[in-house]
């Protein structure tokens, strides 16, 4: 059984660039979220995907989008980059949503937006 | 608009010493997790709590829900360096399956 993984592990970008970050899920897994956790600060909720379709977003403008594939991997979006957005992005997967059921997540993308 | 709150953002410790992390959360909830991270790492599950009174324990945690009060307690016991980390709980936004809320976190130093 293999756990999340995320690529790149680091990433720097410029300012009004944008940027895709890859996860793939937990061997089983159907649903995708995704985090965001600036420096000393507690993960803020992005969005989630099941099934390949968005099920829940939480308070992020439009910039952020995501996508999810049949073998359940994931991708996030982000355009026009900003300063603020310079932060860990975490994905997690699990069963499915409804739950609940344990998340599992995976080791980050730690990016930096100059 | 659900908040999580955490007290105390931070705790220095001596080793051995037993302390209490604490998570209030403005909204009804029966689902809580406690997760772990260390400095540059990812999260690691810790504690899922999921209904009133439950109480789960795992070498020197425990963590305890009382849903009526929406709050949750880590209770660390007998501390020792290897603890040293910091600690998030997490709230289920309207039991919707994994929309997690953090709190803020605590960074828990132990000292030798």
């Known amino acids: 059984e293999t756990g999340v993984t995320q690529s790149p592990t680091h990433l720097i970008k410029t300012r009004g660039q944008q940027v895709t970050l890859r996860c793939s899920s937990q061997?089983?897994?159907?649903?995708v979220s995704w985090y965001q956790q600036a420096l000393g600060q507690g993960p803020q909720f992005i969005f989630q995907?099941?099934?390949?379709?968005?099920?829940g977003r939480g308070n992020f403008p439009p910039r952020f989008s995501g996508l999810q594939f049949p073998n359940y991997s994931s991708e996030l979006n982000v355009n026009a980059l900003e300063l603020d957005d310079s932060a860990l992005y975490l994905c997690?997967?699990?069963?499915?949503?409804?739950?609940?059921?344990?998340?599992?997540f995976g080791p980050g993308t730690r990016l930096t937006v100059t | 608009e659900l908040k999580v709150e955490q007290n105390p953002l931070f705790l220095s410790m001596q080793e051995g010493k037993n302390y209490t992390i604490y998570c209030n959360y403005s909204?009804?909830?029966?689902?809580l997790y406690w997760y772990r991270q260390d400095p540059g790492k990812s999260l690691e599950s810790l504690f899922v709590?999921?209904?009133?009174?439950a109480v789960k324990q795992e070498g020197r945690l425990m963590a305890s829900l009382d849903t009526k009060a929406r709050l949750s307690t880590l209770h660390i016991t007998a501390a020792v360096h290897d603890l040293s980390a910091t600690y998030f709980c997490?709230?289920?936004?309207?039991?919707?399956?994994?929309?997690?809320?953090f709190g803020g976190g605590t960074r828990l130093m132990v000292k030798p």
């Open positions: 997690a997967s699990s069963f499915q949503p409804g739950g609940p059921y344990e998340q599992y």
């Open positions: 061997s089983g897994h159907n649903t």
């Open positions: 995907y099941y099934r390949e379709e968005e099920n």
């Open positions: 909204t009804t909830s029966d689902r």
């Open positions: 709590l999921l209904s009133n009174g």
């Open positions: 997490a709230v289920d936004m309207d039991n919707a399956g994994n929309m997690l809320t």
